[in-house]
């Protein structure tokens, strides 16, 4: 394991005899630390680029209200990962979260390599501004923070690809967080670069891993390769419910589900963005469907907000600060007009 860390991570295409990481374990202590009645809420956050912009706004207004749950578990995919961390500490980190995506421009983040040297960077970007934000917003004050938050059995899960095995890593946060080392507090720092790092775009994260006797390095890139959401790991089944207590999901997709027409040029950019695009949307469908059918098989409360149709922007140009910000307005609005949740995916509607 990295840092030689007992169960800091484990694979999403596991199962509970094969998986180390003692889930069920987790699970009560998260559970002994809730007051009687009080109910299980998670928090799954998409990928999605800048459209991290629109779980922001709904964050702030949520705190706003002053209803916003401590959530128990909390997970985060490319920049989900962002936000989830921001998320998992509180209202505290708001500002901060704020900032992050309506004050911070793309430029001064990511620049095009020069095209000679693409071959030995293996990336098409320059992230060194994204990761020195990064690594800025994650210090030792952070890791402090977030070890206090594991401490009370609340868990943080980022998600990464492995290229190595094709299999979602996750990643508990919190956990690493409390080895309280400089080497820890680069792991996580990682992790986030790593979960947010686009193949051939952004370079991906080499993740250094012993097992006590053989040393290597694992290849690592976004998370949202593997899934777009997700909210616990595919062979997980809980008996909170047997138990009598109360549960709620809630999936905020950075980005949207339903199909929307735009004329396309014939052109090999054009054609190429459009398509990766609707991959991505198509794929995120999916994944928000396994999440609304895994919460009604272990009856927990479905919650999902995505940017609808009536968002009328598009990231043609999302390197600029103006649509960040949109995006910011029309998520925080969106909360504030109790407009924002769906019982259903739009995907599973009935056909009236």
């Not at 199909?259 to 459009?274: E, G, H, K, N």
């Amino acid at each position: 394991m990295p840092l030689n860390i007992t169960n800091a991570r484990f694979w999403d295409g596991d199962n509970l005899n094969s998986s180390d990481y003692d889930f069920h374990g987790e699970y009560e202590k998260l559970v002994s630390n809730k007051a009687e009645g009080e109910p299980i809420n998670y928090l799954a956050l998409s990928g999605g680029g800048v459209n991290g912009a629109f779980s922001a706004g709904i964050l702030n207004a949520w705190s706003e209200t002053g209803e916003r749950p401590e959530f128990d578990l909390i997970s985060g995919i490319s920049t989900g990962a962002i936000v989830s961390v921001f998320a998992y500490l509180g209202e505290d980190y708001d500002e901060a979260l704020r900032n992050y995506y309506t004050q911070t421009s793309m430029d001064e983040m990511f620049k095009k390599n020069a095209l000679f040297s693409i071959g030995t960077r293996n990336a098409f970007v320059d992230v060194s501004g994204f990761e020195g934000k990064v690594r800025a917003e994650v210090d030792m004050q952070m890791m402090q923070a977030l070890a206090a938050e594991r401490a009370k059995g609340r868990i943080l899960i980022v998600g990464t690809t492995s290229l190595d095995n094709e299999k979602l890593a996750l990643w508990d946060i919190g956990l690493i967080a409390k080895e309280g080392s400089p080497e820890a507090m680069a792991l996580i720092q990682d992790i986030i670069i790593a979960s947010s790092s686009i193949p051939g775009l952004f370079p991906a994260k080499l993740i250094s891993i012993s097992d006590g006797v053989n040393h290597y390095d694992e290849v690592h890139v976004d998370g949202g390769i593997s899934r777009q959401v997700f909210a616990t790991p595919q062979w997980m089944r809980t008996s909170l419910a047997e138990d009598g207590f109360e549960q709620n999901i809630f999936v905020i997709r950075n980005g949207r589900l339903k199909p929307t027409f735009r004329s396309i040029d014939y052109d090999l950019a054009d054609i190429s963005v459009r398509s990766i695009s609707s991959l991505t949307r198509n794929q995120g469908v999916g994944d928000v469907e396994h999440i609304y059918h895994f919460s009604k098989q272990n009856d927990i409360g479905f919650h999902l907000a995505f940017i609808d149709s009536d968002f009328e922007y598009f990231a043609d140009h999302a390197d600029t600060l103006q649509y960040m910000r949109l995006l910011y307005d029309y998520g925080y609005r969106s909360f504030n007009k109790d407009q924002l949740w769906h019982s259903l995916p739009p995907s599973v509607q009935p056909l009236l």
